[in-house]
């Protein structure tokens, strides 16, 4: 608790410099274990926007927006194939089973991970985003699964923890037995 206080004191230090601002990005439910912390930020964190999980069609237009501002085409079906794949989820069936399904919604950062991929490898010539360029893509499992891969890589560079480890602690406290995300309460 010491190290919290002394944290958001610096922090507020800092903050009372009308140049430098800051943005906390904080799960809705860790949000509330942060007001006794607060006191010496000068705007105590009265400044807060939710993000929502997107619909369909708020994930499409997430989609599909830049696109056109970069003058790239993103035709409707590949977006709605992008979108739906974003939306799978596992439901657990009566046997005890997991069926996927789609679900009601996108998470942000998902889409995120996915688009910047998808950014990343469209050749700067392409004038419109193609269904052959999802395929290649592959699965939004498979983008995730990338992605979690390259940053596991670049901790285990930048910590001199080996991967293994890093793996296993994510393995062991953040993802439960039935393979769904877990909470940690405390490292």
């Not at 400044?47 to 997107?54: K, V």
């Amino acid at each position: 608790r010491e190290k919290k206080v002394e944290f958001f004191q610096q922090v507020g230090e800092a903050l009372r410099d009308k140049n430098i601002w800051a943005l906390f990005s904080i799960r809705e439910d860790y949000l509330a274990s942060f007001d006794s912390f607060v006191r010496p930020i000068p705007t105590r964190l009265a400044n807060r926007y939710r993000l929502n999980f997107l619909g369909a069609e708020a994930a499409m237009q997430a989609i599909q927006r830049p696109a056109v501002k970069a003058g790239v085409e993103f035709p409707d079906d590949c977006a709605r194939d992008l979108t739906d794949d974003l939306r799978k989820i596992l439901v657990q069936q009566p046997d005890g089973s997991a069926a996927e399904e789609l679900g009601p919604f996108v998470e942000p950062v998902q889409l995120q991970v996915v688009c910047r991929r998808l950014w990343s490898e469209l050749p700067d010539t392409a004038v419109a985003v193609t269904a052959d360029h999802i395929k290649a893509l592959g699965s939004v499992n498979r983008a995730l699964a990338d992605y979690y891969a390259l940053q596991v890589a670049s901790v285990a560079a930048m910590s001199k923890v080996p991967e293994r480890e890093i793996r296993e602690w994510f393995d062991r406290k953040l993802i439960t037995v039935s393979g769904i995300r877990g909470q940690v309460l405390m490292t």
